[in-house]
């Protein structure tokens, strides 16, 4: 068998770094969609559409030259994948100020909350078959947060980046409590759902 090649249309180094140590070859072809939130729309929602915007925009751009080379066969799949932080039916973004992740922090803390990533999967040329996107979800508990907790976290700069405004990866490590689910789904990407779909995905025959 022809070993597949991965295609991350996605800049995150989190994401990139994870299916590395996977030993995943990868192609990188980053995607930029507009990422409002809808008014009222939920949170499982709005992550799934934004994954499957990315594979729409993904796949357009792959179609047309010169990226239409690297991805004119079966032996390519292309991945995209949107992760959030909610709490209350609420997405938290990636906070602009310290006021914006101050108000975050306070909302995740002493409470659990949940981290959704959705990732989408497609199979390569003639057709794109096999289409998948799949949602995997992680329950964090953080510990009550005082005020000189979060001054001194935003002064890392880590913050700035992240969705709810932490990497657990980093210093808000510990902020957490408990975990009930996958680390890696937290940090940007469930690794192990993702092969275990590529796997699925690429025994399609097509």
Request: charged letters at 25%; hydrophobic letters at 40%.
């Amino acid at each position: 068998m022809v070993p597949h090649r991965l295609i991350l249309a996605s800049a995150s180094p989190r994401r990139r770094l994870l299916l590395d140590k996977a030993g995943v070859t990868l192609g990188i072809y980053p995607v930029d969609i507009d990422e409002t939130h809808r008014a009222g729309e939920l949170p499982t929602n709005y992550v799934r559409r934004m994954a499957e915007e990315k594979m729409d925009a993904a796949l357009q751009a792959l179609r047309e030259p010169p990226r239409c080379d690297e991805f004119d066969t079966l032996n390519n799949t292309l991945l995209t994948a949107d992760t959030i932080v909610t709490i209350d039916d609420l997405v938290l973004g990636k906070p602009a100020s310290f006021d914006e992740a101050q108000a975050a922090w306070e909302r995740l803390s002493g409470r659990t909350h949940e981290v959704i990533t959705a990732f989408s999967l497609a199979r390569g040329e003639p057709k794109y078959a096999g289409r998948h996107t799949q949602l995997v979800t992680t329950k964090v508990a953080f510990k009550n947060l005082t005020h000189a907790d979060m001054q001194a976290y935003w002064d890392t700069g880590e913050p700035l980046d992240k969705a709810g405004g932490y990497a657990i990866q980093g210093t808000a490590a510990d902020w957490v409590e408990q975990i009930s689910g996958g680390l890696n789904n937290v940090i940007g990407l469930p690794v192990a759902e993702v092969l275990k779909a590529l796997d699925q995905i690429n025994r399609l025959d097509i």
